[in-house]
């Protein structure tokens, strides 16, 4: 969907309901090379009406730590700091369904972030990808869920973060 298409959707859908007191998140934004300037765009659009948002929505999908708290660090400030953030889709990935992240590695990983995270006072709450036993070309690490439905390792590790 285009920012433009996005924009007025937003208009006519979401900021009646900020006006009215909602607190309402942007598009989730993903941490590909044209999330920030699909945001930008989309802001600017919103914003020349009367328009905006009360926190911000990222996604990410990567492999290292670094790479996350980078993401998130650099989006929060180039978007706008004094907006807290929802982190609304995460996992390490290396986009490889055949070869993925180890399973220690993976549940390490998890472990980190919710500790880092919760550190945060900017971040309001977040989200791990991974509530389904099928998680694609994510990795199969990254599942909650076994194929019975019960909780997984990272399931477990998330679960008390």
């Given at each position: 969907?285009?920012p ?6 937003w208009?006519d ?7 009215s007191?909602?607190r ?7 941490n ?13 659009n ?11 929505c990222l996604?990410w ?15 929060h ?13 995460w ?16 549940e ?24 389904m036993?099928n998680?694609g ?7 909650m ?6 909780l997984t ?9």
């Open positions: 969907m285009s433009d298409e996005a924009a007025n959707l208009m859908h979401m900021e009646p309901l900020r006006r007191g909602i309402v998140g942007s598009p989730g934004m993903s590909a090379p044209q999330g920030m300037p699909w945001m930008r765009s989309f802001l600017s919103i914003r020349s009406r009367g328009g905006d948002v009360d926190f911000w996604h999908y990567g492999e290292t730590l670094g790479q996350f708290y980078d993401y998130i660090w650099s989006t400030h180039q978007l706008d700091a004094s907006k807290p953030v929802w982190i609304t889709e996992a390490p990935s290396n986009w490889d369904e055949g070869r993925p992240l180890e399973k220690g590695y993976v390490g990983f998890v472990r980190d972030a919710c500790k880092y995270l919760d550190g945060l006072e900017w971040v309001e709450r977040y989200c791990f990808f991974g509530a036993n998680t070309t994510v990795g199969r690490h990254a599942a869920l076994d194929n019975e439905g019960r390792e990272v399931g477990r590790i998330y679960m008390h973060c």
